[in-house]
Nanobody, 118 residues
Framework: QVQLVESGGGLVQAGGSLRLSCAAS????????MGWYRQAPGKQRELVAS???????NYADSVKGRFTISRDNAKNTVYLQMNSLKPEDTAAYYC????????????WGQGTQVTVSS
């Protein structure tokens, strides 16, 4: 089994910054893609950013230029640096890992709350 432990959420004023971390542990030989999704109340879960094993990144248009995703393959950890935060960034943020070997499975974290006050 694989466990994901997220950290770094919290309350911040608009214009501030937060850094989310997600560490994967367990039976892991490699991870294809790591990413972050978010879900605000009454809205669907949406992709925020993802990064593949060769460091190819993908961002939602709403966060381009403000958020940066990175990963440490040796630690099986993914980070999301969030700058210039806006109230509309308020949501529960979920870590997602895909293509975890052995088995090529996907896993979700438990979620961490990010609240941006105006």
């Amino acid at each position: 089994q694989v466990q994901l432990v997220e950290s770094g959420g919290g309350l911040v004023q608009a214009g501030g910054s937060l850094r989310l971390s997600c560490a994967a542990s367990g039976s892991i030989s490699s991870i294809n893609s790591m990413g972050w999704y978010r879900q605000a109340p009454g809205k669907q879960r949406e992709l925020v950013a993802s990064i593949t094993s060769d460091s190819t990144t993908n961002y939602a248009d709403s966060v381009k230029g403000r958020f940066t995703i990175s990963r440490d393959n040796a630690k099986n950890t993914v980070y999301l640096q969030m700058n210039s935060l806006k109230p509309e960034d308020t949501a529960a943020y979920y870590c997602n890992v895909r293509g975890v070997r052995p088995g090529w499975r996907d896993y979700w974290g438990q979620g961490t709350q990010v609240t941006v006050s105006s």
